[in-house]
């Protein structure tokens, strides 16, 4: 009993030395998708091929005084990942063709954010359901599988951002920064998980592997502080330019 009043003590300590504010803010950003996959780290076969990917969305960010912060993101975007075939079987040697893996999503995501003066940190799960999978395959276009079948619905990963507040005042400003995205869940769906796939155009290889995405995105955040109405040092952010 002692410990919870003293847990209680310190919490509302906290509470009270630590103003509480919102904000709200409009993002999008732009990037490289990379499918990581051990064979096609180790078989020479294979190699490679970055994809497109983008996405645009808001945010509601919940401040604990001026430096620390959870925000609640929800964005949609589109992405695509891929690598080169060679020696592919009944095709001749010398050519290379495409293997691409692609789909839309929806993006449910909290994270921790740490604010000092003109920079940021953000940490955090990341949530994503499938929408409109496609499966390319240049070498058979004829014989792909169902994307819909091959291609998992969900996707959990962990997102790691920083940057910095570009242009604004206390009120409103333009943030801009890189953000990395790592999913650990397998690409390939329960269906196919015990399969070969998308490596299906080589009959030597035959054990299942792991595709996990990676993404690599520049990122730009309007951000609009909702706690210059509450109080005037709250939502207070250095900019590199301000007005």
Same mark, same amino acid.
């Given at each position: 009993?002692?410990?919870?009043?003293?847990?209680?003590? %310190?919490?509302?300590?906290? #509470?009270?030395?630590?103003?509480?504010?919102?904000?709200?803010?409009?993002?999008?950003?732009?990037?490289?998708?990379?499918?990581?996959?051990?064979?096609?780290? /180790?078989?020479?076969? &294979?190699?490679?091929?970055?994809?497109?990917?983008?996405?645009?969305?808001?945010?509601?960010?919940?401040?604990?005084? /001026?430096?620390?912060?959870?925000?609640?993101?929800?964005? $949609?975007?589109?992405?695509?990942?891929? @690598?080169?075939?060679?020696?592919?079987?009944?095709?001749?040697?010398?050519?290379?063709?495409?293997?691409?893996?692609?789909?839309?999503? %929806?993006?449910?995501?909290?994270? @921790?954010?740490?604010?000092?003066?003109?920079?940021?940190?953000?940490?955090?799960?990341?949530?994503?359901?499938?929408?409109?999978? *496609? %499966?390319?395959?240049? +070498? $058979?276009?004829?014989?792909?599988?169902?994307?819909?079948? +091959?291609?998992?619905?969900? *996707?959990?990963?962990?997102?790691?951002? @920083?940057?910095?507040?570009?242009?604004?005042?206390?009120?409103?400003?333009?943030?801009?920064?890189?953000?990395?995205? $790592? #999913?650990?869940?397998?690409?390939?769906?329960?269906?196919?998980?015990?399969?070969? @796939?998308?490596?299906?155009?080589?009959?030597?290889?035959? /054990?299942?592997?792991?595709?996990?995405? &990676?993404?690599?995105? *520049?990122?730009? /955040?309007?951000?609009?502080?909702?706690?210059?109405?509450?109080?005037?040092?709250?939502?207070?952010?250095?900019?590199?330019?301000?007005?």
């Amino acid at each position: 009993m002692k410990k919870l009043l003293l847990i209680s003590a %310190i919490a509302l300590s906290f #509470t009270s030395s630590a103003q509480v504010w919102f904000d709200l803010g409009a993002k999008g950003g732009v990037g490289s998708g990379f499918a990581l996959n051990s064979v096609v780290n /180790e078989d020479g076969r &294979l190699g490679v091929s970055p994809g497109f990917n983008y996405f645009f969305g808001g945010k509601v960010g919940v401040n604990f005084g /001026e430096f620390v912060g959870v925000t609640f993101d929800v964005d $949609y975007g589109s992405y695509k990942y891929g @690598f080169t075939q060679s020696d592919v079987l009944g095709k001749p040697a010398t050519e290379t063709f495409k293997y691409k893996l692609s789909y839309n999503a %929806i993006n449910f995501s909290p994270y @921790f954010r740490y604010t000092k003066e003109a920079s940021y940190l953000e940490i955090g799960p990341n949530f994503s359901f499938t929408r409109n999978p *496609l %499966i390319e395959d240049e +070498a $058979y276009q004829i014989l792909q599988p169902n994307p819909a079948e +091959a291609i998992n619905s969900k *996707l959990t990963g962990l997102t790691f951002g @920083f940057g910095g507040h570009m242009v604004g005042n206390e009120t409103i400003s333009l943030m801009m920064g890189l953000r990395f995205n $790592y #999913t650990f869940s397998n690409l390939t769906s329960q269906t196919y998980e015990d399969t070969s @796939f998308p490596f299906t155009n080589y009959l030597d290889i035959t /054990e299942p592997t792991s595709t996990n995405p &990676l993404n690599v995105q *520049l990122v730009m /955040e309007i951000n609009y502080s909702l706690g210059y109405f509450v109080k005037a040092s709250c939502g207070r952010r250095t900019a590199f330019l301000t007005f």
